[in-house]
């Protein structure tokens, strides 16, 4: 009996690749699903019989226009929710409103209160209801799992909807004439009740404490609020919700012809419930058959083009049956191609287009699509139903007219969807080109997994990691072969990647030929070996990880425990099955014990990355212990894991390493890995009572490497800076993030105020030049040594530094401009300006001239003009409308101004000068947060109050 149990457990294990310590999460999640489904699909065919019966199939557009409004409504707020409290929270509310609502409705429908108003509503309610618990549940999954469980557990969690359709349809078909459809919805509101207590215990599960799950929330919290501006700004987008916006338009359409053809054969309420029950589990089913044995065949044979057209196509025979051959069968068929096509075969096609954008690209306007787009398509097509079916009086049939014309604005836009898929997986796949290779590579005739192959197959090592990290959600057959050849491929990083994507595949097996990887020379690929080892050998995992847990070469020993810290990092079932803190404490006494320098390093750095990712505090003292080891690789490790573990407390440790020019890259990655969490730090960091120059220049780089929209906004807020570095390298930053995070929001106002703020700080600096410049000549006229003279001397570096500020200053202009005008065009015309060829020069500013806005026009191109000017004389400020200063003016400017090197350059030109009236200039910055600026602004007052020291 206990064996066939174990029997039973391996099959299960082996089919559906649940481990140890997940069992109740996915279970939990799968039932989750299922009562939502479930609950759905009984109250929506109660729903759509009783508003069909009682209001009639006439007003049906108008409740989809409702259905619009009120969606649209409820989002708005919904996302403010969404702000101001924890999803937690929301869903708990949520779901206790839709157990309330339904009661409630079904208390009214039982006392026979059947009034119009009432089923309006209610037919409203159950179609956002829909579209917001869905949506609700996979924000939910991403918080439940990490990207390694869901990859294995979301199919099987998914199939828990597809059995809740099925058996929700099947239920009301079967109870509504027993019932009463009214009865129905106790049943449904039953359910739903189930579903918050499983809630309930999701979200009490321990793995909720970890810091991985934390961070997944703050990430799932924190998400760019405004994906209309995504879909605007980038073409492929916007034709991804078009083509939304027509199969919603077309579905609404054959929903109509659907419920009006139902309804005029079958007038009895409880027999109309019945039957849209059977149906919709029978659609179900039909997309279950599709999704398992066709669609990743299909998909893979025809690739993105020919499967994006296969819904509308079959909508189109669809309609043509409805037209000429009118019916109740005809009215199935076409609702069925949709119930049964979009959720398979179209599914997967879009999702595929979506593989060149970005993660967070993608999550975003998915989100805004699915419930907005949707929503307002609905809206859509209830007017045009309206206009078709109350204003010219059609019938069902004439719709499907209608339907054929959307069909075919919906093939062209499939056209140039597909086009443009291609034209931005090539541009990504240019990025990564080498310099000697001239051409690249023509995809555009293939399907997308043939495109995929050729890139493995023949692209340089670059754009292969690209492609290997771009489809790091996709599995199919015809990648396999692909993917193992890059094992014996010479660049070690592409053998672990490939190692990592094989280990999603689960029909082909090439355990043999990874055990040999194992003993790789490289570090990673042992990992990667060791996981797909442990991966693909679910009988004898435990044996495996025994065996190489136990090896005699250190290395494989080493990597095999970090491979299962990568497993169940966070699983605490399986932390404690496999004893984790006991290998960590072995692991750490053999450091001790070791003399060999080379296996010190290895243990050292080995146990310090098990540290960062084990997630287990009273081990982190190791980490500390290791910051200041003599051994560069070790300390430089010991960063890394204090980044890896995801604990706030080391942020202020991290960025005291970004001083040391041997640690600040290390630094820089691991305080990128705390994202979000980071803000509060660097905010605390700006308004402290020193300013941290050398940490502040560094923190640019990292918010790059993070890439949110919370990083532009820091960045914008660092152009304020009184240090010309800092201004320098946050205008690097956010040219960086502009081009390879193109979704992120660049606030043009702030762009345009930054722009003008460097104008007048060139116009200054150009007035104070001459000043200086002016003083110079004078300086040479005193009989004494001028060019000796410790005055001389601090006006020639003043004069040196302002010199260099127009340069610096004229980049950080064009820089700015790269954020509101095309970064490749800017750069063009800022090589060409500094060109010594005038007449290049002349072009760039004929080209600004055409290019910029009337407003900044007037006052760059001018500005942009004086660096042809070889001298700044009193004609050019003239020209420039800048009125020359006294000595005294021109200094006092400088120390108004934000460049705190200059001010410093002030100070000792003025302690030369031992004029005391220049000392009411100097005293306000005696007590600067500049550490620099006040100890010099100290000496100098010094100087001018005693003039003899």
């Known amino acids: 009996m206990i064996f066939q149990i174990d029997n039973l457990k391996d099959l299960f294990q082996k089919t559906f690749d649940v481990r140890e310590g997940e069992f109740r999460r996915a ?35 108008l409740a989809f226009i409702l259905v619009a409004v009120v969606a649209g409504i409820i989002m708005s707020f919904y996302s403010r929710w969404l702000r101001a409290y924890s999803l937690e929270r929301v869903i708990h509310y949520t779901l206790l409103v839709s157990v309330g609502t339904i009661t409630l409705f079904a208390l009214l429908l039982r006392l026979n209160y059947v009034e119009k108003w009432v089923l309006y509503l209610f037919y409203v309610w159950v179609s956002v209801f829909g579209v917001l618990s869905a949506s609700q549940f996979w924000i939910f999954a991403n918080i439940v799992f990490n990207a390694r469980e869901a990859k294995r557990l979301f199919g099987l969690i998914g199939s828990g909807a597809i059995v809740g ?23 449904g509101a039953l359910m739903l009740l189930i579903g918050m207590f499983v809630n309930k215990a999701i979200w009490k599960s321990p793995e909720f404490a970890s810091k991985s799950f934390g961070r997944q929330k703050r990430r799932m919290d924190k998400m760019a609020t405004r994906p209309l501006r995504l879909i605007r700004d980038s073409r492929h ?120 954008l970005p993660t967070d690209v993608k999550n975003q306007a998915k989100s805004f699509i699915d419930v907005v787009v949707d929503s307002l398509a609905t809206g859509l097509s209830g007017i045009i139903l309206v206009t078709l079916v109350n204003g010219l009086d059609l019938s069902a049939r004439f719709i499907s007219l209608s339907i054929l014309l959307m069909i075919l604005l919906w093939f062209y836009f499939a056209t140039k969807v597909r086009k443009e898929y291609i034209l931005l997986f090539k541009y990504k796949l240019k990025q990564f080109r080498t ?38 959600d996709i599995w199919h057959e015809k990648l396999f072969q692909s993917l193992r050849n890059l094992l014996k491929h010479d660049v070690p990083e592409i053998r672990a990647e490939a190692l990592r994507k094989l280990y999603h595949y689960k029909t082909e097996n090439i355990v043999n030929e990874v055990n040999l990887m194992v003993h790789d020379k490289d570090y990673h690929v042992k990992v990667a070996a ?43 079932e399986l932390k404690e099955y496999f004893q984790l803190e006991n290998l960590i404490r072995e692991r750490l006494g053999r450091i001790k014990k070791t003399t060999d320098p080379e296996e010190l390093t290895f243990r050292t750095v080995n146990i310090l990355r098990i540290i960062g990712r084990a997630g287990l505090p009273k081990f982190y003292p190791f980490i500390h212990e290791s910051f200041h ?21 080391f942020i202020p440790v991290l960025l005291g390493f970004l001083r040391d020019k041997k640690t600040e890259e290390s630094a820089i990655l691991s305080l ?110 005193v009989p ?44 063009t015309v800022y090589q060409n300006i500094k060109s010594e060829k005038s007449d290049l020069r002349v072009n760039a500013i004929e080209f600004l001239d055409n290019l910029l806005e009337v407003n900044l026009k007037k006052i760059l191109i001018p500005i942009i003009e004086t660096v042809m000017v070889d001298t700044v004389t009193q004609e050019t400020l003239k020209n420039l409308n800048i009125r020359i200063t006294s000595q005294f003016d021109c200094l006092d400017m400088l120390l108004r101004g934000k460049d705190d090197q200059l001010k410093i350059a002030v100070f000792k030109l003025v302690s030369t000068l031992r004029d005391n009236q220049y000392a009411a200039l100097v005293r306000p910055y005696a007590d600067h947060r500049n550490p620099k600026l006040r100890s010099s602004a100290l000496r100098t007052l010094k100087l001018l109050e005693n003039p003899s020291s």
Request: charged fraction near 20%.
């Open 27 to 61: 279970f939990l999640m799968q039932l989750n699903i299922f009562l939502l489904i479930s609950t759905l699909l009984i109250i929506k065919p109660t729903i759509n019989s009783l508003f069909l019966t009682n209001v009639g199939i006439e007003k049906l557009p």
């Open 165 to 187: 359709g099925i058996f929700g349809g099947y239920l009301a078909s079967l109870l509504a004439p027993l019932m009463g459809s009214e009865n129905l919805l106790f049943v």
């Open 237 to 356: 987008l916007t034709y991804l919700a078009l083509i939304t916006v027509f199969a919603v338009l077309v579905a609404r359409l054959v929903d109509y012809q659907f419920s009006a053809i139902s309804s005029a054969k079958i007038a009895d309420e409880d027999e109309l419930t019945a039957f849209f029950g059977f149906w919709f589990s029978n659609f179900n089913i039909i997309s279950l058959l599709i999704q398992l044995f066709l669609t990743r065949r299909v998909v893979g044979v025809f690739g993105v083009g020919l499967s994006l057209y296969i819904l509308p196509f079959g909508l189109m025979i669809g309609a043509l049956a409805v037209f000429f051959v009118p019916g109740l069968w005809s009215a199935i068929f076409i609702k069925s191609v949709d119930g049964s096509l979009k959720q398979s075969i179209n599914k997967s096609a879009v999702e595929l287009l979506a593989l060149p």
């Open 435 to 472: 310099d000697n290779q001239r051409t690249l590579m023509d995809i555009s005739e293939e399907s997308v997994f043939g495109g995929l192959q050729k890139v493995l197959e023949t692209g340089t090592h670059k754009q292969i990691l690209y492609v290997l990290h771009k489809t790091d």
């Open 530 to 572: 060791i996981e797909y080892l442990i991966e693909h050998s679910p009988g004898q995992r435990n044996g495996i990880i025994t065996k190489y847990l136990n090896d005699k070469d250190y290395r494989v020993s080493g990597a095999t425990l970090l491979s299962l810290v990568n497993e169940i990092r966070d699983n605490p």
């Open 629 to 649: 080891s003599k051994n560069r690789e070790i300390g430089k490790q010991a960063i890394l894991s204090a980044g890896q573990t995801l604990d706030r407390e």
């Open 672 to 781: 990128a890995g705390f994202e979000n969490d980071l803000f509060g730090h660097l905010e605390m960091l700006l308004s402290g009572p020193e300013w941290d120059a050398v940490v502040i220049l560094q923190i640019p780089k990292v918010l790059e490497r993070i890439g949110t929209q919370q990083s532009v906004n820091f960045l914008f807020t660092l152009l304020d800076s009184g240090d010309m570095e800092v201004r320098s390298q946050a205008l690097n930053s956010l040219i960086k993030l502009k081009i390879e995070y193109p979704h992120l929001l660049f606030n043009k106002k702030q762009i345009i105020h930054s722009i003008l703020e460097e104008a007048k700080l060139h116009l200054d600096t150009l007035s104070a030049l001459y000043v200086q410049q002016k003083g110079m000549k004078q300086d040479h006229q």
């Open 784 to 827: 004494s040594a001028a060019s000796e003279s410790e005055i001389y001397e601090a006006r020639k570096n003043l004069i040196a530094l302002l010199e260099q500020g127009l340069d610096d200053n004229l980049e950080r202009i064009f820089k700015l401009l790269e954020l509101k005008y095309p970064p490749d065009e800017i750069d």
